[in-house]
């Protein structure tokens, strides 16, 4: 018996150690940043975003809408309310939300409302959803910055919503110019002086 209760003091002494340990290393994984974006056909912008320094995930889905769990062929129909969008995950350290929306209007035309090269629709707009208020406060000053600069020659129309849910494309949209290096894009990155 005298075993048994041993057995049971150690475990009890040492749940706590491991516990705390646990919870360690969720902190370290928190200090990461989700960013969702949205700025045309996502093959494109998935291509250019995840080549960022920093830059440690991206998925491509449908957010902003109404529909849960969208896919592909009822976002392609304009009205899910849903926008083809990008997760990403980046290590402030290395790349800041503020440098990775610069980053963002380099690569897709801020000034056309619903529309992206040959993309027409609600589901190819420009826009940035933002999932506390200190992205909003970016956001909404780095559009500021943007216009200011007047390298677009044009009003930028970029929406600033809240986020709400992101549901995650199929998978063949994944990572698609890497499995198609000649699938369509009209995504590529403009050499700008946006006022950074």
């Keep these: 018996m005298k075993p048994f209760i041993r057995i049971i003091l150690i475990l009890v002494v040492l749940l706590p150690a491991v516990n705390h340990t646990q919870a360690k290393g969720a902190a370290m994984t928190e200090v990461n940043q989700t960013a969702y974006l949205a700025g045309g056909c996502f093959w494109g912008m998935e291509e250019l975003v995840r080549q960022i320094p920093g830059v440690l995930a991206t998925e491509v889905g449908y957010t902003g809408g109404g529909t849960p769990d969208a896919t592909y062929e009822q976002v392609r129909t304009g009205t899910t309310g849903h926008a083809e969008s990008l997760k990403i995950v980046f290590d402030p350290g290395k790349l800041t939300y503020r440098h990775l929306l610069f980053e963002f209007f380099r ?86 002086d946006l006022g950074e």
Aim: glycine share 6%; proline share 3%.
């Design 107 to 192: 690569m897709h035309d801020p000034t056309l409302r619903n529309r992206q090269g040959n993309d027409i629709g609600t589901q190819y707009r420009s826009a940035i959803f933002y999932v506390d208020e200190e992205q909003k406060r970016i956001a909404e000053e780095i559009i500021r910055i943007v216009e200011g600069s007047g390298e677009w020659q044009a009003r930028i129309v970029t929406e600033v919503v809240p986020f709400r849910e992101f549901f995650r494309a199929e998978e063949y949209h994944q990572k698609y110019l890497v499995k198609n290096p000649r699938g369509y894009t009209c995504h590529y990155i403009r050499r700008m």
